[in-house]
């Protein structure tokens, strides 16, 4: 591809040994206030319902932190909300308003199984690495739930029984498997056959696999009360800043943004999500388009609970979860991601899948769709998170929780690179390691 003279303008500008074009690419769509990566599309469903709870200003000085977090997403929010509480200096910065990437787009589902089942995981990576990896996103939920207790407000936390439904026999017989991975785990988990989840949720798949430990919550919510948090503790939060520049120094990393303002850290963690994939040469990450409805709040759910999650073994999968007012939230349908305008023109005609497939559910429910919106996701071939550092940013650590899990993966980053802050690193950065 020809490099255009804005892009040599800021290669010149980057200054960088380890500037890729890639970066450059990034860094030319960072100085558009239009053109970060477009990540959803439409309104979803928690921008309404909450609003835009807070704002914050561009950043306007130089300024020195301790630790500088580009992204605030849910992922920023966690890492930053850790860090504070164990006295850092946070910076946290985002090329949008807070919230409004991803996160704002996300289903908000908490669950410790990965998008590669453990038996697959198994034989990726080995026995012991699957099964501590699959252990830590266990354990999350219990830590977010931990973490939310401790917040003013509950954002729609829920604890929920999660359906891991097989889509046909062929599938069935490979959950067993599934199965007994886990219980050799030390998963609370149950079998069902067709006749028990027909008797017991109404639903007409050949088995299941039923766990106790899952949880739903408002991402958007949360991150805000995180960041809030972080202010309080006397961190700091600017959105609408972009970052242009990682200038690596003898005691960490000076951030460059767009309008000219620096920050100084000793460490930098990035945590941009799918984007991150622009800024590096390794291909960490597939990107893809999901898609996800709303409906209507009903007067009843029967024959399903509120306290009930579902997801099918197929792939692409559909994904079932409801909200705090009777409303079904229905993810899935995903196609390989192309660009913001195709994944955009498809959503009426994905829209109108997701509700046919519920309606097939669960005939008897009058189902209308009050939201529905597309997002951008991203797949790595183990399922798992890219945590910790790569040579490419020297003195940066990322956080990056691709998958069906990011909420849970970030609540291990904020585990895993808090004690790489604090000087201690943990062995199980090794699970999450770039150049795997």
């Not at 980057?14 to 477009?38: E, H, I, K, N």
């Not at 529905?372 to 650590?397: N, R, V």
């Not at 895993?416 to 604090?422: D, H, N, P, R, V």
Request: aromatic share 8%; charged share 20%; glycine share 6%.
């Amino acid at each position: 591809m020809p490099m255009t003279s804005r892009a040599r303008h800021l290669v010149r500008a980057v200054g960088s040994p380890f500037a890729t074009y890639a970066q450059v690419l990034y860094l030319s769509a960072c100085l558009d206030r239009t053109s970060p990566m477009d990540l959803k599309s439409t309104h979803p469903f928690w921008l309404i319902k909450n609003g835009l709870i807070r704002s914050y200003p561009p950043l306007n000085s130089d300024i020195s932190c301790d630790v500088a977090i580009v992204g605030a997403g849910i992922s920023g929010a966690i890492v930053a909300e850790r860090l504070t509480q164990l006295g850092q200096h946070v910076v946290v910065v985002d090329c949008r308003d807070v919230a409004l990437g991803s996160t704002s787009a996300s289903t908000s589902l908490l669950q410790y199984e990965i998008d590669v089942m453990l038996v697959d995981l198994i034989e990726q990576i080995g026995i012991a690495a699957a099964r501590r990896a699959y252990a830590l996103s266990y354990q999350s939920i219990d830590r977010l739930e931990e973490l939310i207790h401790t917040l003013p407000i509950d954002c729609d936390f829920a604890r929920k029984l999660s359906l891991y439904v097989a889509s046909d026999e062929r599938d069935a017989i490979k959950l067993e498997a599934e199965y007994e991975a886990r219980r050799e785990c030390g998963f609370d988990v149950q079998l069902l056959d067709r006749q028990q989840l027909s008797h017991a949720y109404g639903l007409n798949y050949p088995a299941a696999i039923v766990s106790t430990q899952a949880a739903s919550v408002d991402a958007y919510q949360l991150t805000h009360a995180l960041l809030a948090r972080v202010a309080q503790g006397g961190g700091s939060i600017y959105d609408r800043t972009s970052i242009e520049k990682f200038e690596p120094l003898a005691s960490g990393v000076r951030l460059h943004a767009q309008r000219g303002q620096t920050i100084t850290a000793r460490q930098v963690i990035v945590a941009t999500g799918y984007e991150a994939q622009q800024m590096l040469r390794e291909k960490i990450v597939t990107l893809k388009s999901t898609y996800a409805i709303v409906t209507q709040p009903l007067p009843t759910l029967d024959p399903w609970h509120a306290d009930w999650i579902m997801w099918e073994t197929c792939n692409p999968y559909l994904y079932l979860r409801t909200t705090a007012d009777q409303r079904f939230l229905v993810g899935g349908e995903d196609d390989d991601f192309y660009d913001p305008h195709r994944r955009d023109n498809a959503l009426p005609m994905k829209a109108q899948q997701l509700l046919e497939r519920l309606q097939a559910l669960f005939p008897n429910l009058n189902l209308e769709i009050d939201f529905h919106w597309a997002g951008t996701f991203g797949e790595t071939c183990d399922g798992l998170a890219y945590i910790g550092a790569t040579p490419e940013y020297p003195g940066c650590q990322f956080a990056l929780g691709f998958g069906g899990n990011g909420i849970t993966f970030s609540s291990i980053a904020a585990d895993l690179l808090a004690e790489t802050i604090l000087g201690n690193q943990s062995e199980e950065l090794k699970l999450f390691r770039f150049g795997r």
